[in-house]
């Protein structure tokens, strides 16, 4: 058993976040475009996978064993445990895709301390892409040559902005089909790149706004340290700094308050 760190000392709790996420690499390529994928529909209509179940099941027996005193909240298996320093998984975000055989899925992993999450770690092991991020400690990336440093993109203007919308049915079901109309119509490029990836690609300085509805916390908590710490800003879709308002909109921080402005005219 390992004792829980210092609060004002997150290095260990990214060195297992890290360790977590091989252990959910482990479990959820070993079953990606498998012919054999049993897939089950939940309650909510959503899809479901034995990859999902034995990923989140993998990083929980870890948490449980090494941070006993920590709470978890997961997709598949919910809470357990305080909230005080709670651990937020998603084993596989964009089911949808893994499913399909479409490798932009990956694993999301956080640790929130007080609400806020602190640390995160996502993992595509399909694409051999990884990220990292600590409050303080900056956002990184692994390379062929080691971790890179991330950082936003300088965009200043909405003329020159690249955005991500995730869905049109998000959008028009939330009731904001209108306003993303006239994103489109403002911004330089507009694309639907879905799920974790377009968080990534942000912090990466790639696109300068991502926004979603029907966000839960684990779809969103593990991006939340990694774009901040990489320059750019996330709150929710009404400017709000919380994860769960089951809504987001991040950006690369310079044109938050623009993106804030078009998306509320």
Do not use: C
């Amino acid at each position: 058993m390992t004792a829980s760190p210092r609060a004002d000392d997150l290095s260990p709790d990214l060195a297992l976040a890290l360790r977590l996420a091989d252990a959910a690499d482990e479990q959820s390529l070993a079953r990606f475009d498998s012919p054999d994928l049993r897939i089950s529909t939940k309650a909510d209509n959503s899809h479901v996978t034995d990859a999902d179940l034995a990923t989140e099941r993998a990083i929980r027996a870890i948490i449980e064993a090494e941070r006993p005193d920590d709470g978890i909240f997961g997709e598949e298996f919910g809470s357990q445990g305080g909230a005080q320093r709670q651990w937020i998984i998603d084993p596989i975000d964009g089911t949808a895709n893994f499913l399909r055989g479409v490798p932009l899925w990956g694993t999301m992993i956080a640790l929130a301390i007080d609400g806020v999450p602190q640390v995160g770690v996502v993992s595509m092991p399909a694409l051999g892409r990884r990220w990292w991020a600590t409050t303080g400690g900056g956002a990184w990336t692994a390379t062929d040559t080691g971790p890179r440093r991330l950082s936003t993109s300088s965009v200043s203007t909405l003329d020159d902005a690249s955005v991500s919308f995730q869905s049109i049915a998000q959008w028009s079901e939330s009731g904001h089909l209108d306003h993303l109309l006239a994103l489109a119509g403002r911004v330089w490029r507009d694309r639907a790149y879905g799920d974790v990836f377009a968080y990534m690609m942000l912090a990466e300085g790639r696109l300068e706004m991502v926004a979603e509805f029907g966000v839960k916390e684990y779809d969103i908590a593990a991006a939340v340290p990694i774009v901040r710490e990489a320059g750019g800003r996330m709150t929710s879709f009404d400017g709000a700094e919380t994860i769960s308002a089951q809504s987001t909109l991040a950006s690369n921080g310079i044109l938050h308050d623009a993106f804030l402005a078009l998306l509320h005219d």
